[in-house]
């Protein structure tokens, strides 16, 4: 059996990979799709395989746009950081999904359910119909991070993340626990798919958390500085002075309204 991994994320490419060799050494991974501009070109140029793990979000769009472009008529299975009442709903859609961090045993339910789904022949998805589950449910923001901890992946929760730092090209959740771990994404990316009630951007460098500061000093001229907890290598951080209007309502709970 061949099958196609789509995911922009590495570490969550390779502990897919790395999972998919555990449970079947003989199934295997044709390429390792990072965006939907390179899986259409693939899909374009190469038979179809006979599976295809998708993560839902990727750098340049939502996978459903592949289908936009190219015609792929097989089974998938849908990975997701999301806690999505509409990604539950895609398994009444003949499909299933898995949630990251993906464990072992989840990647073989599913693709055991694959196997035993009519011999094999799937049925014909309604990609319009999976779309409008997506987005028709209420928003929904990423819940978790697949971080390296020496040889090994583990899963960091959202919640127990301060804020986010990015130096030398390279991003950095650092935890309540004063751990840091660094990310395969950008401070662009992470501001679009966390809760905006709970971090906000206030410059180049820095995403942060609601609960992580501290104290806000107010400078001349609506220079504002942020004390954040636990305390970042870097003295003195401010916010943009065109972000400061929008952090005010941030903090002030009125963002958005």
């Known amino acids: 059996m061949n099958a196609v991994i789509i995911e922009d994320e590495f570490l969550a490419a390779r502990r897919l990979e790395d999972l998919i060799r555990q449970y079947d050494p003989s199934l295997r991974i044709l390429t390792i799709l990072e965006s939907v501009a390179g899986s259409v070109e693939w899909f374009r140029n190469n038979p179809p395989p006979d599976l295809v793990f ?28 999301y806690d999505e009442y509409a990604i539950r709903a895609f398994k009444l859609k003949s499909i299933d999904y898995l949630q990251k961090p993906i464990t072992l045993e989840e990647l073989s339910r599913a693709v055991e359910k694959y196997r ?29 991070f697949s971080v390296v901890v020496g ?15 990015s130096t030398s090209s390279i991003t950095f959740a650092v935890m309540r626990s004063k751990h840091q771990y660094s990310l395969e994404m950008s401070l662009d990316r992470l501001a679009g798919e966390l809760d905006p009630n709970q971090f906000f951007r206030i410059n180049r460098q820095f995403l942060i958390g609601l609960d992580s500061i501290v104290n806000i000093h107010v400078f001349p001229k609506s ?5 954040l907890a636990p305390p970042p290598v870097e003295d003195g951080i401010f916010v943009s002075l065109d972000r400061v209007v929008d952090f005010k309502r941030w903090v002030d709970g009125s963002a958005g309204k």
Do not use: C
């Open 223 to 227: 220079r504002l500085k942020i004390e």
């Open 116 to 144: 035993s789904w009519n011999g094999g022949r799937m049925t014909v998805l309604d990609i319009d119909e999976l779309q409008r589950l997506l987005n028709t449910g209420a928003a929904s923001y990423r819940e978790r």
């Open 151 to 165: 040889e090994k992946i583990k899963s960091v929760q959202v919640r127990d993340i301060a804020y986010f730092f």
């Open 54 to 81: 998708m993560d839902i979000h990727l750098e340049d769009g939502l996978s459903f746009q592949i289908f936009d472009q190219v015609s792929l008529d097989v089974p998938l299975i849908f990975t997701t950081a």
